[in-house]
């Protein structure tokens, strides 16, 4: 992967849902699941976080990542999926880089803390665990993979993410497997460094 510029500038949540990756650049058979497709909209925002890393619950911080809330000036994602298996990606800009690097760094810390607890989806309960750990440089970026594993309502569940941030933006991508092994016809860590590109092409054409 050659090295890219760290991400500047300020897109539109709809405007960074243009440089998620669209259908083509996932295994055949993974499509997109609608209900999961978000962006922060046509305006940034300027609302403080919502969720605060330090002090947010396992179970919320997981319902939660992949919508607004955290303190972003915009962001966008969407999950494709192919049951039981899906892949996960995401975009979210800060106002500064440092903001951006500070979100990274809170899940890594708020991972350390939720070795073990308990969530609610949809009536089912389970026992859930998150691990992070720093990961290979992605683009010339430093990268956080963060691990989820347990069960909900007696099927297994495992995640695989990988966060990297890059300027003002942090990107993500991730695997996922219900009752199932994750996926592997696409690396999460190309999932980021395509959206890297892809951010910075639209970063231009705005």
Do not use: W
């Amino acid at each position: 992967m050659s090295s890219q510029p760290q991400a500047s500038g300020q897109l539109t949540g709809t405007q960074l849902e243009t440089a998620l990756l669209p259908q083509s650049y996932f295994p055949a058979g993974f499509t997109l699941s609608s209900a999961t497709a978000v962006n922060s909209g046509a305006a940034l925002t300027s609302a403080p976080a919502k969720y605060d890393l330090a002090t947010i619950s396992c179970s919320t911080f997981l319902q939660h990542l992949g919508s607004a809330g955290f303190g972003e000036t915009a962001m966008a994602a969407n999950t494709f999926a192919a049951q039981p298996q899906a892949y996960d990606q995401l975009v979210y800009q800060f106002g500064s880089a440092g903001a951006a690097s500070g979100f990274v760094a809170g899940i890594k810390a708020l991972a350390g803390r939720c070795h073990t607890f308990t969530l609610t989806d949809n009536g089912a309960t389970g026992t859930l665990s998150l691990s992070a750990a720093d990961g290979a440089q992605v683009g010339g970026h430093p990268s956080l993979e963060l691990r989820q594993t347990g069960k909900i309502g007696g099927s297994s569940i495992a995640l695989t993410m990988q966060l990297s941030a890059s300027g003002v933006d942090v990107f993500a991508g991730a695997t996922v497997g219900v009752g199932a092994s994750e996926p592997t016809g696409l690396a999460t860590s190309t999932i980021v460094y395509t959206l890297m590109k892809r951010q910075a092409a639209a970063a231009e054409l705005s």
